[in-house]
């Protein structure tokens, strides 16, 4: 299946800093990239769609301008936590449609990033 | 809130077959079915997805009735390494936008 690739794949930071989540297509385009958020022993949360030369749409509860998202070219999504607390420390999962033979998409997810605010 | 159910967990031990049942009875006309694999500690893995009938690839084999309200993934003689979280989710995969939300999931233990 397709490739989507996360950087990096765990990071450590004190907390009052920003970290920045990298999500890459590799050897596809996505003009639409998702963000997902996923504590211990939980299933994934929705946090935001990221859209390619547009604004990205969050989800009810999660704060824009905290969680930062750019979406700067067809193969990359960033997410940045702004102003990190330990309560942001969580599993941060990517994952991007590929359109399959006949059109219909298939979500491929990226291998996710461990965050851990000190 | 999830478009799905599915039960919490289930047991199987080495070797079986393991049928796990997601019922959608809200499915619209244009959702897809897809189920995702996620281990701890890392991202979703896709298994299968189908539309209607029946749907076979190497790992698994989909099940979905005519009515499409619910649907039956199946793994066929499991082994330890099927240990994991499986989730069933349904979508409208002709729209690359479109949201999956997902559920809470079956947690598939397998045991020697």
């Known amino acids: 299946g397709a490739v989507v690739s996360q950087h990096p794949s765990w990071v450590i930071c004190k907390s009052g800093t920003s970290v920045k989540i990298e999500c890459r297509s590799l050897?596809?385009?996505?003009?639409?990239m998702f963000w997902y958020r996923q504590f211990p022993k939980q299933s994934l949360m929705l946090m935001a769609t990221?859209?390619?030369?547009?604004?990205?749409?969050?989800e009810q509860g999660v704060e824009k301008d905290k969680f930062l998202i750019n979406h700067a070219s067809l193969t990359l999504s960033t997410l940045t936590v702004t102003s990190a607390h330990p309560e942001d420390s969580s599993f941060y999962i990517c994952?991007?449609?590929?359109?399959?033979?006949?059109?219909?998409?298939?979500?491929?997810f990226g291998p996710g990033t461990r965050l851990t605010v000190l | 809130l999830a478009k799905t159910t599915q039960p919490i967990s289930m047991d199987s031990y080495e070797g079986q077959e393991v049928n796990i049942t997601c019922s959608h009875n809200?499915?619209?006309?244009?959702?897809?079915i897809t189920w995702y694999q996620q281990f701890p500690s890392q991202g979703p893995r896709f298994i299968i997805q189908?539309?209607?009938t029946k749907v076979t690839n190497e790992v698994a084999s989909l099940f979905i009735p005519a009515d499409r309200k619910s649907s039956t993934l199946s793994l066929p003689r499991v082994s330890l390494s099927d240990t994991a979280v499986y989730y069933c989710l349904v979508g409208d995969l002709m729209d690359s936008s479109y949201k999956l939300i997902f559920g809470s999931g079956t947690r598939l233990l397998v045991r020697p």
């Open positions: 050897d596809f385009q996505a003009t639409t």
């Open positions: 809200n499915i619209a006309t244009n959702d897809y």
């Open positions: 994952s991007a449609p590929q359109i399959a033979g006949g059109a219909v998409d298939t979500q491929y």
């Open positions: 189908g539309y209607k």
């Open positions: 990221s859209n390619e030369g547009s604004k990205a749409t969050y």
